[in-house]
Structure formats: structure tokens, C-alpha cells
């Protein structure tokens, strides 16, 4: 199993702070509550998955503090941005998971939690019921013969990125139809695109994505044969 960690803060709005030595800590995910994981043998498949931290208050977070996070396959504790965590922001963490077998237990249920450590104890949170998030996982066995995640994403050139008001992708399909989605980094859905039929071989296609906020986007290209994930930014 193979990892790629990535904190990025996003600031949401203006803190405040207070004196009370606790705060609510909210666990976001972009893993729907019925989701899929693909894997081979050879370990090569992989998913991108984005964890929120919203932090609730009524107490800011600082540099110092840490966010320690479990999920099924990794325990890890985070380091806050310089700014810390204030009252009503977030921030994400992005990781891309490989695994090259299946759980015995198929659909898995897979949960998620977090909690924040200032100093040598837990910090105490009002509201625990929120720190906790688990979703029904499918894991799907890939052919090893199937390009992988990896490989497809030196395949598929997206440009400009960052862009504005035109993206445009291409890749060499190895289908007839393909369609085209794009994620916000809590999972939903912003945009979708059916690139047309007769599609075999490398094809160029723009998309429109002007009425996308500015923002980091996870973009997904399926064509029925490969699944194929990326990033892109809209400014």
C-alpha cells in the first residue's frame, strides 16, 4: 500500500476565539455513503480520497495543536498550517490509496475518525458524534492488464492548469463513449460531460468550466474500460 499526503488549509471565514479549552471537531469525506475502491494484485490501482476538518468552536486552533486521524488502513497525526484552525474553518487532506488486495469482509465498512491532542491530552469536544464517518465500501478486483490510475494520469493532459475559462483534455480512448465528471473536495458532484460515441484513439475535447469557484477539483474521465483520476485548479 502506497500513500500520497496532502494538508491543505482553506480559510472560510474570520475567527474568533474564546477561553474555553474545547471545540468541536467535524469530520467531512468525499467517500459517498455506498462507494468503491479497485485494486490488483500488484497494488497499482488507486483512489483519491479528501478528509475535511471543520473546526466548530468555540475554541481556534493553534500551529501546536494536532489532529490525530484513523482510517481502516492508517493512523496519522496531522500538522495544522501557521495560521492554526480558527472557529468556522477548514482544512483538507488529500491522500491517494493503493491497495493490492480485498478485506475479507465485502462490502467493508469502512470508518473514518479524528479527534484534536493539544499538548500530551486529547482536547475535550462537546460533540463527539460528528468525529466519526462510515460509509459502505465495495471493493472491486481490476485486471492487472488495465491501465492503472498512475499510468492513465501521465496519459491524460489536461491544459491549461491552473485555468479559468477552458479546460482541455485529451487522452487516447480505448472505448466508444466516455463521459467526463467534476468533484468539489467534499465529493459532490459541479460537472458532468458525455464526450460522444466513435471515440477510439487519442481525441481533444475543452470543457467549460466558468461557472466553477475558484478552487481545487478532482477530475474524473471513465470510459467504460479505465477509470481515470486527477486534479485540476480553477482560478
Not at 120 to 133: C, H
Request: glycine share 6%.
Amino acid at each position: 500500500m502506497k500513500r500520497i499526503y496532502l494538508l491543505v488549509a482553506l480559510m472560510i471565514g474570520m475567527a474568533t476565539s474564546a477561553m474555553a479549552q474545547s471545540t468541536d471537531l467535524r469530520l467531512l469525506s468525499s467517500l459517498r455513503a455506498t462507494d468503491t475502491v479497485r485494486w490488483n494484485a500488484s497494488g497499482t490501482y488507486g483512489k483519491i480520497i479528501v478528509w475535511g476538518f471543520a473546526n466548530l468552536g468555540p475554541t481556534a486552533l493553534t500551529s501546536a495543536d494536532t489532529i490525530k486521524f484513523k482510517t481502516p488502513y492508517m493512523n496519522l497525526s496531522l500538522l495544522l498550517p501557521s495560521a492554526g484552525l480558527p472557529v468556522n474553518d477548514t482544512v483538507y487532506f488529500i491522500d491517494t490509496v493503493f491497495f493490492n488486495a480485498a478485506p475479507t469482509t465485502n462490502p467493508y465498512n469502512w470508518c473514518d475518525s479524528a479527534y484534536v491532542k493539544r499538548g500530551s491530552a486529547a482536547m475535550s469536544d462537546p460533540n463527539i458524534g460528528n468525529n466519526r464517518n462510515c460509509v459502505s465500501m465495495r471493493f472491486i478486483e481490476t485486471a492487472t492488464s488495465v491501465n492503472t490510475v498512475a499510468a492513465n494520469e501521465a496519459g491524460l493532459a489536461i491544459f491549461p492548469n491552473p485555468a479559468t475559462q477552458i479546460v482541455n483534455i485529451k487522452y487516447n480512448f480505448a472505448s466508444e463513449t466516455a463521459n467526463v465528471t467534476l468533484r468539489d473536495l467534499m465529493g459532490k458532484v459541479v460537472y458532468t460531460k458525455e464526450l460522444g460515441k466513435n471515440l477510439y484513439g487519442e481525441k481533444q475535447f475543452p470543457l467549460d468550466i466558468s461557472a466553477l469557484t475558484p478552487g481545487l477539483y478532482m477530475i474524473e474521465l471513465n470510459d467504460g474500460k479505465n477509470r481515470v483520476v486527477s486534479k485540476i485548479t480553477v482560478e
